[in-house]
């Protein structure tokens, strides 16, 4: 057993050779505390994948978005984060409550360039970061356990078109999204999203799902 693997890891990469290369991995890029250099990929990012277990015991994976730098890193073995409003589920919020074992793989797809982080997570409403993001409903933070660099061979590269306009700003209203409009969640969804769309317009579910398809901004 080491910090990264287990029987059935050492069973498979002796299946394929690889023990010694793997021990040899782990020895040059497994890191227990945060340096300048991660600190800096992790803080330039504007999104992660961020991997929770549900009562369950399933893994579940789910995209975080916002601007560059709305992931934090506090100290030498911690990083915060926002969630902002979704669809009502809380599904990553949920799992984090009943298990607070993370997984958050952040990826640069223009230089590319990926890291991938352990740790436990915590998620609080009076947290004193959440002044620091509007229409935050949690700050989660996350202690760290471990990270370490990937090699970047299968990431593609690619551009950013644009930025969501849906993610929350200090300067200006956060639009209504796109699906609050539809006309078959009106009656479940919060009071003040309900003014929202009746401002808005509603819309069906096919011009929702058209949408989608050709790419509006506005989906």
């Avoid at 505390?33 to 009562?55: N, P, Q």
């Avoid at 609080?124 to 949690?138: G, V």
């Avoid at 200090?170 to 003014?195: N, Y």
């Avoid at 808005?200 to 050709?214: A, D, F, M, P, Q």
């Amino acid at each position: 057993m080491t910090r990264l693997y287990g029987k059935d890891h050492r069973d498979i990469q002796d299946e394929f050779g690889t023990r010694k290369m793997a021990d040899r991995v782990e020895e040059l890029v497994c890191r227990t505390e945060f340096d300048d250099e991660a600190k800096g990929f992790i803080e330039h990012v504007d999104m992660f994948f961020l991997s929770s277990v549900d009562h369950q015991g399933r893994p579940t994976v789910s995209y975080k978005g916002g601007d560059v730098g709305f992931v934090k890193v506090l100290d030498s073995t911690t990083l915060a984060f926002p969630s902002y409003d979704g669809n009502g589920m809380f599904f990553s919020m949920g799992n984090i409550s009943q298990n607070p074992q993370v997984g958050l793989l952040f990826i640069s797809f223009s230089t590319p360039h990926r890291m991938r982080v352990q740790g436990t997570a915590t998620i609080s409403r009076d947290d004193p970061l959440m002044a620091e993001y509007k229409e935050a409903d949690y700050i989660v933070r996350v202690k760290l356990s471990e990270f370490w660099q990937n090699c970047p061979r299968y990431i593609h590269q690619m551009t950013k078109v644009r930025d969501s306009r849906y993610v929350p700003r200090m300067d200006c209203d956060t639009p209504l999204a796109g699906w609050k409009r539809l006309d078959l969640v009106q009656d479940v969804i919060l009071t003040k999203d309900l003014q929202q769309a009746e401002v808005e317009g509603l819309i069906n579910i096919e011009e929702w799902v058209g949408k989608i398809k050709s790419g509006d901004p506005t989906a």
